[in-house]
């Protein structure tokens, strides 16, 4: 066997439920009914993931595919921990970024400038790395003269490209993206594409969410379908095409 084979996953979730609260958009007579049946709270949860496993090898690119409402961006908050599970468990190995929501982790009244150094330590790099990679994340991002504005008069394509950035520089063994990628021009969606690849080729372990099929044939191997919550399909990345088409 080879010594790949025999190293540990990166990612496993093990039988992992979530399920959320409804927002309630009953009607008073519907409030009223419910309460004369006397149903139980319980039943406004809508239970977004159902049992879900897999495992993610070191060095895997995997696409994670659905529709709209599937759960796919839950599956990436559990795997981040910005979610817990309801049920089951999210185990990971190594250092793990997510490009999860677009501005996430960014505090609008600090500068470009203090939230790179913010966010570099939150995904646990000093501030001397910080500094000595701050030039070459700032002319990756291509902000310019803006790191010295406070985010919240940024655009939402330049908060992205600054927080993508950050999370491409750092030392990283997961890195978690998405949709984010849909942000900004096609000069930079490329940059950041063939970034992407640069870490897949370095072993960098990879969750995509990409409603570009293009990209995802490029960069993943693997494809996780998803559809209300059920994994329906695990496999190679052209399978799993078809399966969504289908
Ligand atoms: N914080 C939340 N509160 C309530 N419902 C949520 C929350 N986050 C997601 N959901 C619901 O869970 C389901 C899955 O959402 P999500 O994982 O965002 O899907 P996807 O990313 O595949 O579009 C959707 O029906 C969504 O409305
Ligand atoms: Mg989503």
């Known amino acids: 066997m080879s010594i790949s084979a025999e190293t540990q996953p990166r990612i496993i979730v093990d039988h992992v439920s979530k399920w959320f609260s409804k927002r309630s958009t009953r009607s008073m007579k519907d409030a009223f009914i419910a309460a004369a049946r006397r149903q139980p709270v319980r039943a406004r949860q809508f239970h977004a993931l159902k049992d879900v496993s897999f495992s993610i090898g070191e060095g895997e690119s995997v696409a994670v595919m659905g529709l709209n409402g599937s759960g796919k961006s839950t599956t990436l908050k559990l795997v981040s921990g910005v979610l817990e599970p309801d049920s089951g468990r999210v185990l990971t190995r190594g250092k793990v970024a997510g490009l999860i929501e677009v501005g996430a982790g960014f505090h609008p009244d600090l500068t470009g400038r203090e939230n790179v150094f913010l966010n570099a330590a939150i995904l646990g790099m000093s501030e001397k790395e910080t500094k000595e990679r701050f030039d070459e994340i700032v002319a990756f991002s291509e902000i310019g003269d803006f790191i010295d504005q406070e985010v919240k008069h940024y655009s939402s394509g330049m908060f992205m490209r600054l927080a993508f950035s950050v999370a ?41 969410v990409s409603h570009s099929k293009g990209q995802v044939k490029e960069l993943c191997t693997r494809g996780i379908v998803l559809s209300k919550g059920d994994v329906v399909f695990d496999g190679p990345i052209a399978e799993a095409l078809e399966v969504l088409e289908s």
């Open 168 to 208: 491409i520089h750092v030392e990283l063994d997961v890195l978690l993206v998405d949709e984010v990628l849909s942000v900004g021009d096609a000069p930079f969606r490329a940059k950041c594409n063939a970034k992407l690849k640069e870490l897949a080729a370095r072993g960098v372990t990879m969750m995509v």
